[in-house]
């Protein structure tokens, strides 16, 4: 383990602090210097909040003893001391010091967001230092940027694979086993039942994207619809429920995985939830407003964090996943896995082991295209069912 060094630390900050208060004057991040010593595997970003957390603790316990860093200090050196662990506080907007942060890592999983707008400077350090990237991103629209940076990445040498957790690693993965089963499908619906409790990360995400409604993909181009726009009965081993379009990050990584031009993403909800949806497409100009959004915002971080271990041990995800052809053919299964953010601890530090051991291929990727449609099968409590090929 390598120790801070208390009177280096406090040398290098006088010596940086005209860099450090031009840097993170918006940010309040204070800099940290750290004794390096050789490479450093991994570097955990945004290792303090809820799901960092998680994916930290799941680290630990496979005897990884990560770098863990973000932008805030105190939270920081709170994390990382009573673990024993090397920490170093770095703002996404010093590209410098980002680069400096990953300059000896081969592998960063970021797990700060809303990623539309930090999974592009951590990108940037990746690729300028040659680092593996990985994220927990469920945005379409940051897998699509990444994706047009494939080519960059492939000069590189890096690979991009964002989405290692819940989003998206099981809906990826079963969507490309339909589609191998179906290799004809033109048509691809995807349902999962809903977790219980989000944790602040992932409300203030929603927040930000809940003004430009639904997303699917349409003849290979995604396309904007209404908030809750179509709704059909899903069997999720539960029995028929309804189920409602939302704009989830398969609409962008399932073409990516599986080739089929149309895809729908749906989560099942009550009929009174799906009511209340269609509600707000009348208040999306409100929720345009930046004084609104920081309020909603404000309002989730005086909230829980999370869900508890108590409620995390209770729940499970359900999915489900049908390609379709023109013809009529049909090929459907569904899989049964931990609760979303334990699951997400799980496949997160299982992708990490494979680039880790050297299983990374360069470019853009997502989980099946990297790692294959069984690599969900790899997790504990994972099981997957075959429910027609007709």
Not at 100 to 128: I, K
Not at 313 to 336: I, K, N, Q, T, Y
């Amino acid at each position: 383990m390598s120790i801070i060094d208390r009177d280096h630390v406090q040398s290098s900050q006088r010596s940086h602090a005209t860099r450090t208060r031009a840097s993170s004057a918006s940010s309040g991040a204070v800099f940290v210097t750290i004794r390096r010593e050789g490479e450093t595997p991994l570097v955990i970003y945004g290792s303090y909040g809820y799901t960092g957390q998680l994916i930290v603790e799941q680290a630990l316990s496979v005897g990884w003893r990560p770098v863990l860093a973000g932008r805030d200090a105190v939270q920081l050196r709170a994390q990382a001391e009573p673990l024993g662990l090397r920490w170093e506080a770095v703002a996404l907007d010093d590209a410098d010091a980002l680069e400096e942060l990953l300059r000896h890592a081969r592998v960063v999983l970021h797990c700060a967001g809303p990623f539309s707008r930090t999974s592009r400077p951590m990108a940037d350090a990746c690729l300028a230092t040659g680092t593996h990237y990985l994220d927990i991103t469920g945005e379409a629209a940051v897998f699509e940027t990444l994706a047009a940076r494939d080519a960059d990445a492939k000069r590189a040498g890096v690979m991009l694979l964002p989405g290692v957790g819940f989003d998206v690693v099981p809906s990826d993965c079963l969507a490309a086993h339909v589609a191998r089963r179906l290799p004809s499908a033109t048509h691809l619906a995807l349902a999962f039942a809903g977790s219980g409790r989000l944790s602040r990360g992932t409300a203030t995400t929603m927040i930000e994207n809940a003004d430009r409604g639904g997303l699917v993909r349409r003849d290979g181009v995604l396309t904007g619809v209404p908030t809750a726009w179509k709704t059909r009965t899903i069997d999720l081993g539960r029995g028929p429920m309804t189920a409602v379009t939302i704009p989830w990050g398969d609409v962008a990584t399932a073409f990516h995985s599986t080739g089929i031009p149309n895809i729908e993403v749906y989560l099942a909800l009550p009929p009174a939830r799906i009511r209340a949806l269609r509600l707000t497409r009348h208040i999306s100009w409100l929720l345009r407003i930046p004084a609104v959004k920081r309020a909603l915002v404000a309002r989730v971080r005086r909230g829980q964090p999370g869900p508890s271990p108590a409620q995390r041990h209770r729940g499970e995800s359900v999915l489900w996943a049908e390609a379709s052809e023109p013809g009529g053919r049909r090929a459907v299964a569904r899989l049964r896995a931990p609760e979303g953010y334990t699951l997400t601890a799980l496949t997160a530090v299982a992708i990490a082991r494979r680039v880790l051991e050297g299983q990374a291929p360069v470019g853009f990727q997502t989980p099946s295209l990297a790692y294959g449609p069984d690599f969900i099968l790899s997790i504990r409590g994972v099981a997957r069912e075959d429910l027609a090929n007709t």
